[in-house]
T-cell receptor, first 114, second 111 residues
Framework: DTGVSQDPRHKITKRGQNVTFRCDPI?????LYWYRQTLGQGPEFLTY????????KSRLLSDRFSAERPKGSFSTLEIQRTEQGDSAMYLC????????????FGQGTRLTVV | KQEVTQIPAALSVPEGENLVLNCSFT??????LQWFRQDPGKGLTSLLL?????REQTSGRLNASLDKSSGRSTLYIAASQPGDSATYLC??????????FGKGMKLTVNP
């Protein structure tokens, strides 16, 4: 297993367009998390899944954002009608279920909205 | 609301120095604490995980300690090398086991 994989690594889009990112977690991990990181800040939690169920969403996740994890494997994060303020690094992480397990992160998708 | 603070925001040292990076958090109700390394434009690499019941963890030249009662953790880097230059992030696991991060500390080790 090569760890958490994210695609694409970079995305430049025009304001108002829709974008979709993909995350493939470590295969045996049933928890998957999405975070957003802006320049000079630490990552901020967006949402997480346990298997296919989305169990928590941050208030940062406006109605333009939607995340799915069909069949409890890979996950997608879609942003509709992108705005310049959406420009950030979008990070995916996965972990095993259970208190205090280690989270492993992917390389992230860098989104630039022009 | 849990808040994580890392001070200073940046540190520049000559090669070979032993370093102590500090992390503080406001709520002691945590599952664990993780230290990460982030290279420019890259994702996060997990360095050490300390469970809430543990006091410290070691990996190679790295040693992390946790004092839940005082809301503090330190990451000790022995004999720093230029390859250690990166941003170091501290994060605490809370509630649903999501992580709350500090803003990070940018470390530069000069040859």
């Amino acid at each position: 297993d090569t760890g958490v994989s994210q695609d694409p690594r970079h995305k430049i889009t025009k304001r108002g367009q829709n974008v979709t990112f993909r995350c493939d977690p470590i295969s045996e991990h049933n928890r998957l998390y999405w975070y957003r990181q802006t320049l000079g800040q630490g990552p901020e939690f967006l949402t997480y899944f346990q298997n296919e169920a989305q169990l928590e969403k941050s208030r940062l996740l406006s109605d333009r954002f939607s995340a799915e994890r069909p069949k409890g494997s890979f996950s997608t994060l879609e942003i509709q009608r992108t705005e310049q303020g959406d420009s950030a690094m979008y990070l995916c992480a996965s972990s095993l279920e259970g208190g205090g397990t280690e989270a492993f992160f992917g390389q992230g998708t860098r989104l630039t909205v022009v | 609301k849990q808040e994580v603070t890392q001070i200073p925001a940046a540190l520049s040292v000559p090669e070979g120095e032993n370093l102590v990076l500090n992390c503080s958090f406001t709520d002691s109700a945590i599952y664990n604490l993780q230290w990460f390394r982030q290279d420019p434009g890259k994702g996060l690499t997990s360095l050490l995980l300390i469970q809430s019941s543990q006091r410290e963890q070691t990996s190679g030249r790295l040693n992390a300690s946790l004092d839940k009662s005082s809301g503090r953790s330190t990451l000790y880097i022995a004999a720093s090398q230029p390859g250690d230059s990166a941003t170091y992030l501290c994060a605490v696991g809370i509630g649903s086991e999501k992580l709350v991060f500090g803003k990070g500390m940018k470390l530069t080790v000069n040859p």
